[in-house]
């Protein structure tokens, strides 16, 4: 009987027992707000005992609130194992040889209807299986290095990973791709960055806002995508790749320290902040938009430097913040503070005792912009000039992220401050530009004629 009603409780449990809907049945559902008609997908024990969940023809999950359900009938019954096919990934001496490293998330997934969890499907079977367009790219090989979700990534895995990309190079792949959730995907980006330098091949980080269930999903898309750039891009950075538009027509390959995930759902989610991004992506081409990056040799050599000090924090300042929030840190051990300070680099006045103490004991303070872009100027005004003698550090254009790994990246190699603030301010893979372009500041503002008729007429 509990299988029957796998993870339904309450009033929805009471309303598949009084129509004797099952789990898993095809079933028709005649509610106040018309007929609905799917599969009954189980529901996990943490969610809501007042709704009832369908998978639709169109592939879409809805839930359906119990309260309005008139009536329902039980058409067919299907115990659904959706599996994606495994084939042997063949193997063709003519291509490049790609690593993919997975570390969490669905870029590549099948949907469990017997518990409702989405599995990744990550072996190389697995993967030729759910993206057959694979084997025309390259020759791939995958590893699972952790199965976590991207809020769950930090140092500890940065490090591994970082040490994994270093020896895959050391044995001659010709590129590597790295499957990750994407909330956290940035700041992974940025940390590998700084702790894998000069590089001979291409590092493409890449996920998917929408899971490989759904049938807008983006993962196989943006797969695709990463493993042309890995496998045929002149370009040798840390990058992260997904999709450009939301439309399916192409992928950006975006500097892994001047990234961000900027809306919470829309397949287009990144951007690149303060630049333009490195590239165009699609199935069959590479196009570069910018000419200034590191390019692929055909050597082994690169300089993997995987450290990180974890007691590191990051502060948005919003107003009247007090100063107990940075006494905090201090008292609680933390080694550098990145502070996200409003317009060109400020905070309140009753925040500089505080300030005053982390000078005293060395902790090193910097200060970015929340704004995200532009630069930090704390000369142009008497609380940024305060602020610099009390010690805190203008961190140029960087954003407020990048600044937060890489203090965490320089404080693992060194406690002096003047080393640490020296590898702070030293450019690291365009993580500090001298100057943002005239278009890497492009926010199009709804409802404005010419950005409307843009939108109608250009792109969506």
Excluded at 4 to 24: C, H, P, Q, S, T
Excluded at 85 to 99: I, L, S
Excluded at 129 to 141: R, S
Excluded at 311 to 337: H, R, T
């Amino acid at each position: 009987m509990i299988d029957m009603f796998k993870g339904y409780r309450g009033r929805a449990l009471e309303v598949l027992k009084k129509f004797n809907i099952r789990v898993w049945s095809e079933s028709i559902l005649q509610t106040t707000r018309g007929e609905f008609s799917g599969i009954i997908l189980p529901r996990s024990e943490n969610d809501d005992d007042y709704h009832i969940v369908l998978k639709l023809s169109t592939g879409y999950n809805i839930g359906i609130d119990v309260n309005t359900i008139l009536s329902a009938q039980e058409v067919g019954y299907r115990e659904a194992h959706y599996k994606i096919p495994e084939k042997d990934f063949p193997f063709d001496e003519g291509k490049p040889r790609v690593k993919l490293l997975g570390t969490g998330g669905t870029i590549a997934s099948r949907l469990d209807y017997r518990t409702g969890a989405v599995i990744p499907a990550f072996s190389p079977g697995e993967l030729y299986g759910a993206v057959p367009e694979l084997a025309d790219i390259c020759n791939l090989e995958t590893e699972k290095l952790f199965a976590v979700f991207s809020e769950n990534m930090g140092p500890k895995e940065y490090i591994t990973l970082a040490k994994a990309i270093g020896k895959e190079i050391e044995k001659g792949v010709d590129g590597i791709v790295i499957g990750h959730g994407t909330d956290t995907l940035h700041h992974t980006a940025a940390a590998l960055s700084f702790m894998i330098q000069n590089s001979p091949v291409p590092i493409v980080l890449v996920g998917s806002q929408r899971s490989s269930d759904r049938p807008s999903s983006d993962a196989a898309l943006n797969l695709i995508h990463a493993v042309t750039a890995a496998s045929r891009a002149d370009i040798a950075e840390v990058m992260v790749c997904m999709f450009g538009p939301t439309s399916d027509e192409y992928g950006l390959l975006h500097q892994g320290t001047r990234v961000r995930k900027m809306h919470s759902s829309y397949r287009s989610t990144f951007r690149t902040i303060g630049d333009i991004p490195l590239a165009i992506v699609t199935r069959d081409a590479i196009t570069p938009l910018k000419d200034h990056y590191n390019r692929r040799r055909m050597d082994k050599q690169v300089e993997i430097r995987p450290y990180f000090e974890e007691k590191v924090a990051m502060l948005y300042y919003y107003p009247n913040m007090q100063p107990d929030m940075i006494y905090s840190l201090i008292d609680a051990g933390y080694k550098g503070i990145v502070i996200a300070g409003t317009g060109l680099g400020h905070v309140n006045k009753p925040l500089y005792p505080a300030i005053r103490k982390c000078a005293e004991l060395e902790i090193p303070v910097f200060m970015t912009v929340q704004t995200l872009w532009g630069y930090v100027h704390m000369f142009v005004y008497d609380t940024g000039r305060d602020l610099m003698s009390y010690g805190v550090v203008p961190a140029e254009n960087m954003l407020p992220e990048v600044a937060y790994i890489k203090l965490g990246w320089a404080l693992g190699q060194t406690n002096k401050i003047e080393e640490v603030k020296e590898l702070m301010l030293t450019p690291i893979s365009n993580d500090i530009t001298e100057k943002e372009p005239y278009n890497g500041y492009l926010i199009y503002q709804g409802g404005i004629p010419e950005v409307e008729e843009f939108i109608r007429k250009v792109h969506k």
